[in-house]
């Protein structure tokens, strides 16, 4: 993604062209990852752009910085109307935000209390995976990088540093020709792939995991688990194994920036029909129907830009 795509962002509370972004070179976020995000998507429906969740990403963002004794300095409200501005002025339907609150520049002391900075970006970003992982499916491996475990860091904190242990398992994944890493956790359980969450699907059941596997809990997890439901498919959140793992009759991710992906091979082991399974296509498509406006009983979670006053901090 480049900059000429990004237009107007919105920086310590105000408004400019991402071009304009100064960040100092001393900047503490930089340096050592003390910094707090959110990945949040907007989507196209019949009455305009609407923004997903965007409540439960904020209060995600909340919880995040807490975690790390940081104090966002801004409200809720602030931020929300934030958000859809840096949508609206951009004249975006669909895209991908970020929110991020991090240590600005001052002392460069590990313990350092400067002042934060707060962003938010939007750009026009389709699929990680694109149109076609989401119909064939991705190719992922166990990576020989593990997850870290939450007594090292708090795993359901979306903060910055914690994202080199992401990409070392990624880019490990991709030296050796795969779309992505599936990362175990110390105990040698199922963790989560890289930015995403795990379901498997076994014998007509959904499964997936918790926090209790040092996994962040995604909201498109929890949307996942809300249309199971809806949908009465019957649903177990437990640990997973590997042995789970390749024994699924189905595998997919989840995640704002993969959406719903099924994956098709684990290490050259054919998963299911090697393709998109039965389940992974239903909840799928009932995931693109909720996030474009089509699933009545889901009106809650969209928040139609421009119509501020709507917006719940739910
Ligand atoms: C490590 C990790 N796990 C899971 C997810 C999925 O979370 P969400 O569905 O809230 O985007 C993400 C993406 O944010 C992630 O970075």
Known sequence: MSLK????????G?????????????THGLHYGTGVFEGTRSYMTGRGPALFRLGD????????ARVYGMEIPYSR????EATHEVVERNGFGDCYLRHLCFYDSGSLGIRAKNPLGAAILAWPWSNQHGDKGLEHGVRATVSPWRKFSSSMMPTTAKASGQYLNSRLAVDEAASRGFDEAILLNVEGDLAEASVA????????RLITNDERSSILMGITRNTILELARDRRIPTEVRRMSLEDLFTADEI??????SEV??????????IGNGG????????????????????????????????RAVMAVR
């Open 276 to 307: 998109r399974g039965e389940m992974t296509a239903e909840l799928q498509a009932a995931y693109f129907a909720a996030t474009h406006g089509l699933d009545a009983r889901r009106e809650d979670w969209l928040d139609y830009v421009g119509q």
């Open 77 to 80: 409200e602030q931020l929300i």
């Open 5 to 12: 795509y990004m237009g107007k962002i919105w920086l310590n």
């Open 261 to 270: 992906v099924p994956v098709r091979e684990v290490d050259g082991a054919r």
């Open 197 to 204: 969450n795990i379901f498997l699907v076994r014998d007509g």
């Open 252 to 257: 997919f991710l989840t995640g704002t920036a």
């Open 14 to 26: 105000r408004m400019i062209q991402a071009d304009e972004a100064r960040v100092s070179a001393a």
């Open 57 to 64: 990403h904020i209060k995600r963002w909340f919880a995040s």
